[in-house]
């Protein structure tokens, strides 16, 4: 299977977002990928309903939306009316995280939950089997072109083996630092998708880019 790749918007220019939207359109890409923060949950804040709103609207490529919000399951429903695919929640940040990925599942949407580089991937033993995803922060979340963390490597190969052990169908995916030297560990390592922002928006030829992502085998 060819690995997936999911372009983080973050990276993208704001006073253009059509012309980076219709080069994702364009391109091999799987998903597109969508960073929500809210200024406490991380040291940053993005964009929220409006932007992905007209996005989604203009994108032909499911949503995969990471959100770095506390309190995530307040915005379920409104997550699901937008069309997301996929709505990631920091394990961080959810108290219930078993019903909130229930509630996700109900509202129609596939769960994913997503760990910081301090989070062991064994916090996710008892949920393993009800996720669609893990996602994997190879940087503290909160902006783009950060320096990949060396140790999310053997963190996939754990995630990996805990996968495989327990029969769980959840994709791996890793966010942070996904560039043309870390990608190749990556996919050796198992991961499933690449979420990769500042490395495809600021190549010359991103479409490449995302096309050479998406050559890489286990
Ligand atoms: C960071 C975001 C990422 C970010 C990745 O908190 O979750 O999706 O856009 O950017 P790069 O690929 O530049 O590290
Ligand atoms: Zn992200």
């Not at 770095?68 to 915005?75: C, D, G, L, Q, S």
């Not at 990996?160 to 996919?187: F, M, N, W, Y």
């Not at 600021?202 to 085998?217: G, Q, R, Y």
Request: charged residues 20%.
């Amino acid at each position: 299977m060819k690995t997936m790749v999911s372009p983080s918007l973050l990276s993208a220019n704001f006073i253009d977002l059509k012309s980076d939207v219709e080069m994702i359109n364009r391109s091999e890409a799987d998903w597109l990928h969508l960073d929500v923060m809210d200024g406490v949950f991380v040291p940053n804040i993005s964009f929220g309903f409006p932007v992905m709103e007209a996005v989604g609207k203009y994108c032909t490529k499911p949503l995969d939306v990471h959100f770095m919000i506390v309190h995530p399951e307040h915005y379920i429903e409104q997550t699901a009316k937008l069309g997301a695919m996929m709505m990631n929640v920091h394990y961080e940040a959810c108290i219930h995280l078993h019903r909130t990925i229930q509630q996700i599942h109900a509202a129609g949407m596939k769960a994913g939950v997503t760990l910081n580089p301090s989070t062991p991937v064994g916090v996710l033993e008892d949920v393993i089997r009800d996720v669609d995803m893990v996602l994997i922060m190879s940087v503290n979340p909160g902006f783009g072109g950060q320096k990949f963390i060396e140790n999310t490597i053997r963190k996939v190969q754990r995630l990996r083996k805990l996968i495989d052990e327990t029969g769980s169908h959840a994709l791996i995916e890793v966010d942070g630092g996904v560039q043309a030297e870390t990608a190749p560990l990556l996919v050796r390592a198992g991961v499933d998708v690449l979420v990769s922002g500042s490395y495809i928006f600021k190549n010359i030829d991103p479409v490449s880019c995302i096309k050479a992502l998406k050559e890489l085998k286990r």
